[in-house]
């Protein structure tokens, strides 16, 4: 199960598992995200690298107008795979 959720301040929050069967889910909230914002990882279980591209690709667009996404609250595992593809050098992680 996956659940993305986009509060009135406009933090983003990922829930559950976020696998290749979620990138749709993911790509329509993404898809509306026109500046900075923080992305909490506190609910999230697992990330695919489908659910990755799908991060990487939002912080490549905003990048593109000086916006970037935090990603924050990840659990151990989670931010040893982004330290591993060398995605802590693309996003800001908290």
């Known amino acids: 199960m996956f659940d993305i959720r986009k509060s009135t ?6 829930f559950g598992r976020f696998d290749a069967a979620q990138v749709e ?4 909230t993404l898809q509306s995200v026109d500046r900075s914002c ?10 695919s690298s489908a659910g990755m ?7 490549k667009r905003l990048a593109g107008t000086g916006h970037s ?12 795979i982004f330290r591993i593809a060398g995605f802590d050098t693309v996003f800001p992680i908290e």
């Open 9 to 14: 301040d406009g933090q983003i929050q990922l």
């Open 25 to 28: 889910v993911a790509r329509s």
């Open 38 to 47: 923080v992305i909490d990882f506190s609910g999230l279980d697992y990330i």
């Open 53 to 59: 591209g799908i991060l990487l690709g939002t912080q």
């Open 69 to 80: 996404l935090k990603l924050v609250n990840m659990n151990r595992h989670i931010r040893e």
